[in-house]
């Protein structure tokens, strides 16, 4: 079993849906999470961290429920320029970092 | 946020010979960088962690005698790909380690990768 896992989708949504990603991870020590986005052949961009309290920023919303071991990402009005792999990325022990598969989004007109 | 250069972005060469590829980190002090590698619509693969002014700790499955890191300062770390094959053709992406937002919760800045293909 992966550390980290994602439906590797793809997501086929209209423009203006939402869609929500969902991430769970194993490792109970794990201390940081965060989402990246990464366009096909480009390196990943952090696009948020994730906090236990929920944080929102613009059209993106993350959570975390560490007794679950889970987090997820909502997109809300989904843009054309959503279109992406999203990755989930769980850090523990330091600098330890370890990235989950990836979730394919393609936002259509 | 902050700023990681790499250098070529692209690169062909042929087998046998070696490939050098520099990564920068342009306005903040890395003292840990890391290596990753990226085969066609896989996750990225972890290759080794270098940290500056010591040894780099690979992965396990990762030849060290093949991808020599060098983290000679705490703003550039070096992956040389030693004789080549064209097995080793994949993305290959450095990032470094820094302070994210007002937070300062400590994450992963990417550089923009370079594209290896060996003939």
């Known amino acids: 079993r992966k550390e980290v896992e994602q439906d590797p989708g793809p997501f086929n949504v209209p423009e203006g849906a939402t869609v929500a990603f969902n991430c769970t991870y194993s490792?109970?020590?794990?201390?940081?999470f965060f989402w990246y986005r990464q366009d096909c052949r480009k390196e990943p961009k952090l696009l948020m961290s994730?906090?236990?309290s929920g944080n929102e920023d613009g059209r993106f919303t993350a959570q975390l429920n560490r007794a679950s071991q889970y987090i997820s990402l909502l997109i809300r009005d989904s843009k054309l320029s959503d279109s992406a792999t999203y990755l989930c990325v769980v850090m523990r022990g330091g600098f330890k970092t370890i990235f989950g598969a990836g979730t394919r989004l393609f936002v259509k007109a | 946020g902050a700023v990681v250069s790499q250098h070529p972005s692209r690169v062909i060469c042929k087998s046998g010979t070696s490939v050098k590829i520099e990564c920068r980190s342009l306005?903040?002090?890395?003292?840990?960088m890391f290596w990753y590698r990226q085969f066609p619509k896989q996750s990225l693969m972890l290759m080794a962690t270098?940290?500056?002014?010591?040894?780099?700790?690979?992965e396990q499955g990762v030849e060290k005698d093949k991808f020599l890191i060098n983290h000679a300062s705490l703003t550039l770390s070096t992956l040389t790909v030693t004789s080549a094959h064209p097995e080793d053709s994949s993305f290959y992406i450095c990032?470094?380690?820094?302070?994210?937002?007002?937070?300062?919760?400590?994450?992963?800045?990417f550089g923009p990768g370079t594209r290896l293909l060996v003939l």
């Open positions: 994730v906090y236990s």
């Open positions: 490792n109970s020590a794990s201390q940081s």
């Open positions: 270098s940290n500056e002014g010591s040894k780099a700790t690979y």
């Open positions: 306005d903040f002090q890395a003292t840990t």
């Open positions: 990032s470094a380690q820094g302070t994210s937002g007002g937070g300062g919760v400590e994450t992963q800045y």
